[in-house]
């Protein structure tokens, strides 16, 4: 386990099902601890005096071991240099203009996260109930 000041925290709404399945995807990326995350959507107050919690639902933000908050595309390119297996990303996130390019994608996509989020539920839930009755062998 690696020491909590040289850790990572990523704050996602545990609320989207894709948000949570892509979670899923870094946590098992993880098996040092590298990154600690915190689902913001069970919480009632702000996750940290400089993050609201509205702000950290509407948009994904990562805090750096030196207490720095970046969100969005950068949040995303820190995210992966902290995980072995996505360190490549990073790298390719790090050419010039990539950055901006995937901040310009990621913006374009959070208007329809709610609606992807819903598919993404529907899907599980259908996949659950065909695994329940036998269907899913």
């Given amino acids: ?20 399945s892509e979670i899923d995807v870094y946590r098992r990326s993880d098996p040092e601890g590298r990154v600690r995350f915190e689902d913001v959507a069970g919480r009632a107050d702000d996750p940290a005096p400089d993050l609201s919690r509205a702000d950290a639902m509407a948009r994904f933000h990562v805090r750096l071991p030196d207490g720095t908050l970046v969100s969005g595309a950068q949040g995303f390119i820190r995210l992966w240099e902290r995980l072995p297996r996505w360190r490549v990303l990073s790298r390719v996130a790090r050419l010039p203009g990539v950055a901006q390019l995937l901040e310009l994608g990621y913006r374009a996509f959070l208007p329809v996260r709610p609606v992807l989020s819903r598919a993404v539920a529907r899907f599980a839930a259908r996949r659950k109930a065909r695994a329940k009755t036998g269907e899913d062998q």
């Fill in 1 to 20: 386990m690696v020491d909590q000041d040289k850790q990572v925290t990523v704050y996602y709404d545990g609320a989207c099902a894709l948000c949570r």
